[in-house]
C-alpha cells in the first residue's frame, strides 16, 4: 500500500500543478495509480537466417519467452487479463498470439492481440497495456515485441492505388527504407565517414557491454532446435547476442561497398546499417497499487510515450521529433534524460538525431544499437526498454527514453523511470 506521505504528495501535485513536484521530481515521485513495471526481459538477438533463431518461428519464439515470464514474475496467470503483441511481418499474426498464449501456460481467460506499427510495435504494445490500464479496462497486462525475420520476410510495400502512388506524400511509401536511409544522408549532408564512425561506436558499445557481461539480466536463455545443413536438428541453448562483430573500427567499415549505389548519395552499406535479425521481448505492466498488493516487485514505470508524423522519404529523422515531443509532455528536459535509447535503423537517421538534438553521445544507446545487436522490426520498441532499464540499474541513474523511426513516416517515443 501507498504510505500516507506519498498518497498527500498525489493530492498535492494534482491541486498544484506549479509545486516544487515538477519537471523530473514528479516525474519520480510514486503514486499508487502510476502505471508499473514488474519484469522486463527479452531473448537473445540472433541473425536472420544464420542464427540460433533461424529456425524457431513466432509461435515457438513467443512460447518461450511467455513461458519464461509465466515462470519468472511467478505471478498468477489467471491474473494477466491481456497480452498484446506487436508484431510486423508474420501471417496470422492474431492466431498465432493467441494460441501461444495458451501454449504457454496462461489460462482461457488471458486474452491477446496484435499491434502493428512498423519499428514501433513493441513500444505501441507497451503503451497499448498501458492505457487499458489507466482506462480501468483490466489490471494487468504482458506487452511482448517479436518478430521471425528469419521465416517472415520483409517484401516491402505490396501493390497500391494510383490515388496513393500519384499523391506527392502517400506515393513515397513505395519507397525501399533503404531508399529514405539515402534520402536523409542527401538532404541533411551526413557523411559516408560520420555514418561509419557512428556505426563503429555501436559496435564497440555492444562489445565492451557483451564483454562485461552488462547484458546478462536483459537476457533469458531459451532452448530452441536449429537444423544442419543436411536439415536435422539438435537442441541448443540460445544465451548469447550474436551479432555483435569484434574489434569493428570506423576504418574497416569504411572499405565495405555501399548497399544501394541505385540511389544517390549511396552511403548506406551493410556495415552502417542494422541488422535483419530474431528475438522477442516481455514487459509486465499493472499499477502500483496492484502490484504492492500481489507482492510483484517493481524494477521500472512507465511514464508517457507519444507518436509523430511525418513525409515518409525521410522516416528516418523521427526520432528528432517524437524525443521533443515526448520530453515536453512530462516537463523534462533533455539534460533531465539519463540514457537515450535511439533505434538505429541507419547511422545516417542516427547521425542526424543526435546531432539535431544535441544530445551527449554518451548517453545515446551505450551498449550498442540495431546496427550491432539487430533489429527484429516487431521486437525493438519493447527491446530497448528492457535495454534501457537494465543499464540504468548499472549506472544508479534513474531516466530514460526510448524511440525510434517507423516506416511509412513517423517516429515514437517514451519515458520510463528505472526504481532499482
Not at 56 to 77: F, G, M, Q, Y
Not at 300 to 324: Q, S, W, Y
Request: glycine residues 10%.
Amino acid at each position: 500500500m501507498a504510505s500516507a506521505g506519498e498518497r498527500l504528495s498525489s493530492v498535492l501535485s494534482h491541486l498544484n500543478p506549479l509545486s516544487e513536484l515538477s519537471g523530473k521530481n514528479k516525474l519520480l515521485a510514486k503514486h499508487p495509480d502510476d502505471i508499473v513495471i514488474t519484469l522486463a526481459i527479452r531473448t537473445p538477438l540472433t541473425k536472420a537466417r544464420k542464427g540460433a533463431l533461424k529456425d524457431t518461428h513466432l509461435d515457438e519464439l513467443l512460447i518461450a519467452l511467455l513461458t519464461e515470464v509465466r515462470e519468472r514474475s511467478k505471478i498468477n496467470p489467471a491474473l494477466v487479463e491481456d497480452v498484446c503483441v506487436g508484431n510486423v511481418l508474420a501471417v496470422g499474426q492474431a492466431y498465432i498470439a493467441r494460441s501461444s498464449v495458451l501454449a504457454a501456460g496462461f489460462p482461457a481467460t488471458t486474452a491477446a492481440s496484435i499491434v502493428n506499427r512498423f519499428c514501433s510495435s513493441g513500444l505501441l504494445a507497451v503503451q497499448q497495456i498501458a492505457n487499458q490500464i489507466i482506462a480501468g479496462s483490466i489490471d494487468v497486462g504482458l506487452a511482448v515485441g517479436a518478430e521471425s525475420m528469419s521465416s517472415t520476410p520483409d517484401d516491402g510495400a505490396p501493390a497500391m492505388t494510383t490515388k496513393i502512388t500519384s499523391h506527392p506524400i502517400a506515393g513515397q511509401n513505395v519507397q525501399p527504407m533503404g531508399q529514405t536511409s539515402e534520402n536523409v544522408a542527401g538532404d541533411f549532408s551526413i557523411s559516408r565517414e560520420a555514418m561509419d564512425k557512428f556505426a563503429a561506436a555501436s559496435f564497440q558499445k555492444a562489445e565492451k557491454a557483451q564483454k562485461g557481461g552488462w547484458v546478462a539480466d536483459e537476457i533469458v536463455p531459451i532452448s530452441v532446435k536449429v537444423k544442419d545443413a543436411t536439415g536435422a536438428e539438435k537442441s541448443v541453448v540460445v544465451d548469447r547476442d550474436d551479432g555483435v562483430r569484434y574489434g569493428t573500427t570506423a576504418e574497416s567499415l569504411g572499405k565495405i561497398r555501399a548497399a544501394f549505389p541505385q540511389w544517390s548519395p549511396s552511403r548506406t552499406t551493410g556495415g552502417n546499417a542494422s541488422q535483419l535479425t530474431d528475438g522477442a521481448a516481455a514487459i509486465l505492466l499493472m499499477k502500483r497499487s496492484k502490484a504492492e498488493e500481489i507482492g510483484q516487485p517493481i524494477v521500472g514505470k512507465f511514464c508517457a510515450a507519444t507518436i509523430v508524423g511525418l513525409e515518409p522519404r525521410i522516416m528516418g529523422i523521427g526520432p528528432a521529433l517524437a524525443i521533443p515531443k515526448v520530453l515536453g509532455k512530462v516537463g523534462l528536459k533533455k539534460e533531465d534524460v539519463d540514457i537515450f535509447e535511439i533505434n538505429e535503423a541507419f547511422a545516417s537517421m542516427g547521425v542526424y538525431c543526435v546531432n539535431e538534438l544535441g544530445l551527449d553521445p554518451s548517453k545515446v544507446n551505450p551498449r550498442g544499437g540495431a546496427i550491432a545487436l539487430g533489429h527484429p522490426l516487431g521486437c525493438t520498441g519493447a527491446r530497448q526498454i528492457v535495454t534501457a532499464l537494465s543499464e540504468l540499474r548499472r549506472r544508479d541513474k534513474r531516466v530514460a527514453v526510448t524511440s525510434m523511426c517507423v516506416g511509412t513516416g513517423m517516429g515514437m517515443a517514451g519515458v520510463f523511470v528505472s526504481e532499482h
